[in-house]
């Protein structure tokens, strides 16, 4: 099922539910994606872990740590994993059924996630999801319409946006919880554009993949493993420091 279909199904449970097109009036639009966009922002310093459903029904999860801030995505192929010491890919080796992991110096000058991983992976991350957001509101043509429902047990607010130009994704449907976590987001994002690659090569074409997400449990907590690679896993640490050990 879609996540257009979950959101009607979960609309229809929740008497509060509204659905208000924004097109005509600007202000309302800004004012709206910017809240979500605020709320998606102030989360990045929060603790906490999220389950999600994926397009295909398999789980993945995401957890945030801060003081320093730390940054884990498993998906049923592999794990991703940033903190300042390192950025982290692992893969599930099919023969084997063993994760073999990879071992980066983190991205500078600042902690960036590996959005093309991530999409590829048929996952969103918040920040980027902020972008789409802040686009929105900046572009006059764009058509949205919003509801309030309910996604694992919490309150959340929902967009629909279509029509949305220069941007990673052109219609998309996302939710975020009062507390600003990441509820939900379907639609098809152009990576190349995700990661702001405006090289203008014809003859690679365009690639895009199909994200499609829905949260299932959230909890303010963290495992103290979460940002390590699996126990069984081959680790090769393409560091400095490492060869230099």
Known sequence: MG????????????????????????????????????????????????????????????????????????????????????????????????????????????????????????????????????????DPEAQIEYSDTTIAGRHATCLSVSGLRDAAAANFQTCVTTEGLLASFSGTVNIDLLVGDTNDDTDSGVETTWVDLLLTQQSDTISPDAFDPPADAVVVDNRPSASRS
Request: include cysteine.
């Open 3 to 138: 996540i257009v279909a979950i959101l009607l199904v979960l609309s229809g449970l929740v008497s509060a539910c509204q659905a208000v097109d924004l097109s005509a009036g600007t202000e309302d639009r800004t004012q709206l994606a910017n809240d979500l966009a605020g709320r998606l922002d102030q989360a990045s310093q929060k603790i906490y872990t999220a389950q999600y459903q994926l397009s295909g029904g398999e789980l993945s999860t995401l957890v945030q740590g801060q003081r320093p801030y730390r940054f884990a995505y498993s998906f049923p192929g592999g794990q991703y994993v940033l903190t300042p010491e390192a950025e982290m890919i692992c893969t599930i080796r099919e023969n084997a059924g063993q994760s073999h992991c990879e071992i980066f110096p983190p991205p500078t000058p600042s902690l960036t996630t590996d959005l093309r991983s991530l999409a590829e992976a048929g996952f969103l991350p918040p920040d980027a999801v902020v972008d789409l957001l802040t686009a929105t509101s900046l």
